[in-house]
């Protein structure tokens, strides 16, 4: 199937060298990243501890790049504030979390705060189907939250097939995203189905980060 999009890298920072955080960064950007993806977990809406905004700043204060970050908490309502201020451009919030979401997306349109839905795998397209008109991003969940370095769920192709043909019969200003498992071959299925970002850590963190941004990258025209 070819393809002719404009293909978007988002490295996820979780798997880099955290002891050359900003080396890391400025490679990634050199080498063609088009955003930062920053994954947030605080051991209740996932069994995993990672990163809070200290890091977002640090991250911050080495690239102009878009930070998009990954809010795996339980209270996204009460902390995103703090992760807008620590520097992040938009938010990504999960379906899941325990909150009312209208609520939550209302409120931060009001403070001018740009914001994305995610699904996890079990969640169905249709179910956020009326949430994404104000979104910037859908990203879905290509593997359950919480670890970097975990297979590839097929099950989440159809869910951007059928995402991508909601957004364009509706115009719909919002990107589709896929993050979990990403690697060339399995990035290659994502994009063809419909996926506008494409969110790896292992596989460019674990691998020469130039090589394979870029060919992350040439999935848009293949
Ligand atoms: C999973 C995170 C992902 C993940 C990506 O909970 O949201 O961003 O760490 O890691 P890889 O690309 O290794 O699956
Ligand atoms: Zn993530």
Known sequence: MNVNREVEVSPSL???????????????????????????MDGHFVPNLTMGPDLIKAVRKVTDLRLETHLMIERPDKYYRMFHEAGSDLLLVHYESPVDLRHLFDGMSDENIDYGLVINPETPFSRVKD????????LVMS????????????????????????????????????????????????????????????????????????????????
């Open 14 to 40: 979780i798997s880099c060298d955290l002891a050359n955080l900003g080396n890391q960064v400025v490679l990634c950007e050199k080498f063609g990243a088009g955003s930062f993806h920053l994954d947030v």
């Open 131 to 138: 949430l994404i008109n104000e979104c910037k991003v859908l």
């Open 143 to 222: 593997v359950h939250p919480g670890f970097s370095g975990q297979s590839f769920i097929d099950s989440s192709l159809p869910k951007i097939k059928q995402a991508r043909k909601y957004i364009d019969e509706n115009h719909i200003d919002c990107r589709i995203e896929i993050d979990g498992g990403i690697n060339y071959e399995n990035g290659k299925k994502a994009v063809e189905a419909g996926a506008d970002i494409l969110v790896s850590a292992s596989y460019i963190f674990y691998n020469d980060i130039a090589d394979s941004i870029k060919k992350l990258k040439s999935l848009g025209s293949t």
